[in-house]
C-alpha cells in the first residue's frame, strides 16, 4: 500500500520552531517531487513549499519565505519541512503530498499521493 506519513506537528509557541517529517511507505519517494501544503480551520489549502526529486529545486509560498526550509534524504525515504519563527497564522494541519514535478502555483491536481495530515498550532 502506497502511503505518505506525516509526523511532528504539536503546539509551539510564537517564535519557536518545528520539524516536520513525511515519509514514505510501499513506494520510494525519491522519484517524486515533494510538496507540502497546508489548511487552516475555515480557510482554504495552501501550497507553501515544494522539493524536486534531486532535491537541487525548491520553492517556497510568499507566507513562508525566508522561515520555512524543505529538504530531503532520500536514503531514508524522507522529506522535512523546518519551520522556524512560527506565528499564530501558521496555525493549521499540514500536510505532504508527492507529484513527478513540482507545480509552480502548487496545484493540487498535480500530487497523486496525499499524507493524512499533522497538527501544528502556534501560540500567541
Known amino acids: 500500500q502506497l502511503q505518505l506519513v506525516e509526523s511532528g506537528g504539536g503546539l509551539v509557541q510564537s517564535g519557536g520552531s518545528l520539524r516536520l517529517s513525511c515519509a514514505a511507505s510501499?513506494?520510494?519517494?525519491?522519484?517524486?517531487?515533494i510538496g507540502w501544503f497546508r489548511q487552516a480551520p475555515g480557510k482554504e489549502r495552501e501550497g507553501i513549499s515544494c522539493?524536486?526529486?534531486?532535491?537541487?529545486?525548491?520553492n517556497y509560498a510568499d507566507s513562508v519565505k525566508g522561515r520555512f526550509t524543505i529538504s530531503r534524504d532520500n536514503a531514508k525515504n524522507t522529506v522535512y519541512l523546518q519551520m522556524n519563527s512560527l506565528k499564530p497564522e501558521d496555525t493549521a494541519v499540514y500536510y505532504c503530498?508527492?507529484?513527478?514535478?513540482?507545480?509552480?502555483?502548487?496545484?493540487?491536481?498535480?500530487?497523486?499521493?496525499w499524507g493524512q495530515g499533522t497538527l501544528v498550532t502556534v501560540s500567541s
Open positions: 522539493i524536486n526529486s534531486s532535491g537541487g529545486f525548491t
Open positions: 503530498a508527492a507529484a513527478t514535478y513540482c507545480s509552480g502555483r502548487y496545484d493540487p491536481q498535480v500530487y497523486e499521493y
Open positions: 510501499g513506494f520510494s519517494l525519491g522519484y517524486y517531487a
